[in-house]
């Protein structure tokens, strides 16, 4: 069965509202999550590192005032895309670490069209 | 900064068929991976390599870590429709933080 879930699959906003994504491990416990987006027929772009009860660590070109993780349990982590624009639809994909990189299990994704 | 460059891009072939893909890296990477991604899902762990030179089956899947650690390949072996998909490489370089190549699309021809 499924290790992480994501939450919505789908959404579709009209630009200038925020939209909020979850992760959920629904098997572990995890202090550690990441987030990905993917635009289409490319590959995962990390970007950023949520660590629960701190402060998510984001990749260089990540804006983190536009993209707002709240890991604030062992089994849940958000990501708010905030003042979504266009540009920002993409297929965001989290990941949930267990143990070692052979135990990273991502999401089923959430597909975010801004129009 | 550091890149995978994995080809082929895309490939055609006859169900039965063997397919074989890989990754280059001009950086050393200490553990290399290999996923699945289906259509608007997220990867599927295949394989882990974790030591140069290793190399690892899962079913009709094979993979090896490169001595030098700077490229990996995937076989798959006798082709079946479910193999359909996207395969990716990832090589961690920190902290457990992945970096992935392009992806190859994996197109089973009727």
């Known amino acids: 069965g499924a290790v992480v879930s994501q939450h919505p699959s789908r959404v579709i906003c009209k630009s200038g509202t925020s939209v909020k994504i979850e992760c959920r491990s629904l098997?572990?416990?995890?202090?550690?999550m990441f987030w990905y987006r993917q635009f289409p027929k490319q590959s995962l772009m990390l970007m950023a590192t949520s660590n629960e009860g701190s402060k998510a660590t984001y990749e260089q070109g990540v804006e983190k005032d536009k993209f707002l993780i709240n890991h604030a349990s062992l089994t849940l982590s958000t990501l708010t895309v905030t003042s979504a624009h266009p540009e920002d639809s993409s297929f965001y994909i989290c990941s949930v670490l267990a143990g070692g990189l052979d135990t990273q299990y991502f999401g089923p994704g959430t597909r975010l069209t801004v129009l | 900064g550091q890149q995978l460059n994995q080809s082929p891009q895309s490939m055609f072939i006859q169900e039965g068929e063997d397919v074989s893909m890989n990754c280059t890296s001009s950086?050393?990477?200490?553990?290399w991976l290999w996923y699945k991604q289906d259509p608007g899902e997220g990867p599927v762990l295949l394989i882990a390599?974790?030591?140069a030179g290793e190399l690892t089956s899962n079913g009709r899947l094979t993979a090896q870590f490169g001595i030098t650690r700077k490229d990996s390949f995937l076989n798959i072996s006798a082709s079946i429709p479910s193999d359909v998909g996207i395969y990716f490489c990832?090589?961690?370089?920190?902290?457990?933080?992945?970096?992935w190549g392009a992806g190859t699309k994996l197109i089973i021809k009727p």
């Open positions: 950086s050393i990477f200490n553990t």
């Open positions: 990832a090589g961690d370089y920190s902290n457990y933080q992945l970096i």
């Open positions: 390599l974790y030591k």
């Open positions: 098997d572990f416990q995890a202090t550690t």
